[in-house]
T-cell receptor
Framework: DGGITQSPKYLFRKEGQNVTLSCEQN?????MYWYRQDPGQGLRLIYY???????QKGDIAEGYSVSREKKESFPLTVTSAQKNPTAFYLC???????????FGPGTRLTVL | AQTVTQSQPEMSVQEAETVTLSCTYD???????LFWYKQPPSRQMILVIR??????QNATENRFSVNFQKAAKSFSLKISDSQLGDAAMYFC??????????????FGTGTLLAVQP
């Protein structure tokens, strides 16, 4: 089945450690996005990529990094520079001729 | 910059009744897309309905319909014959038709809908 997968579903990290969240899609979509969701704040854009080997900062990119080496994959690294990383992270993708974004199931990151 | 406002943090509806969720937005653009997404307890974001700003006709998807008032910058969601499975957080979202940096979804803060049996 076509779709977006994110792993792991739950992730725990100690302060000071970097951690990478996985996002894979087999929808052949060009654009991919990372959002952060906090209670009462909706979703905020971290990074996005329109094509392979290119990505742009979103509204809250500080403390995060991404790569887009393959069309199917858009991993997000939460670095130790991110001051408040505990949140729910959602990955999304969109095809060129499609107006809506399709979302993965999300990863809940907790910093201990 | 565009903003999306959902002024109802929580709503409640009886099963089989109708409920309307409110959304207003601010933009200087004349063409754009508006969306309602549903996020059930599983936290999977699911597209409910989409509206193109250039279309005057309100979008409808089965029991879900919108009231799109472009001049008032209002985009409300009506759920008819509410079912227990409709209980979820609902997000209103805006997207410019322009490409590049503005080609992102801007979300409201959400409305948590409870459905009472």
């Amino acid at each position: 089945d076509g779709g977006i997968t994110q792993s792991p579903k739950y992730l725990f990290r100690k302060e000071g450690q970097n951690v990478t969240l996985s996002c894979e899609q087999n929808l052949n979509h060009d654009a991919m996005y990372w959002y952060r969701q906090d209670p009462g704040q909706g979703l905020r854009l971290i990074y996005y990529s329109q094509i392979v080997n290119d990505f742009q900062k979103g509204d809250i990119a500080e403390g995060y990094s991404v790569s887009r080496e393959k069309k199917e994959s858009f991993p997000l690294t939460v670095t130790s520079a991110q001051k408040n990383p505990t949140a729910f992270y959602l990955c999304a993708s969109r095809g060129q001729q499609i107006n809506e974004q399709f979302f993965g199931p999300g990863t809940r990151l907790t910093v201990l | 910059a565009q903003t999306v406002t959902q002024s109802q943090p929580e709503m409640s509806v009886q099963e089989a009744e109708t409920v309307t969720l409110s959304c207003t937005y601010d933009t200087s653009e004349s063409d754009y897309y508006l969306f309602w997404y549903k996020q059930p307890p599983s936290r999977q974001m699911i597209l409910v309905i989409r509206q193109e700003a250039y279309k005057q006709q309100n979008a409808t998807e089965n029991r879900f319909s919108v009231n799109f008032q472009k001049a008032a910058k209002s985009f409300s969601l009506k759920i008819s014959d509410s079912q227990l499975g409709d209980a979820a957080m609902y997000f209103c979202a805006y997207r410019s038709v322009l490409g590049g940096a503005t080609n992102k979804l801007i979300f409201g803060t959400g409305t948590l809908l409870a459905v009472q049996p």
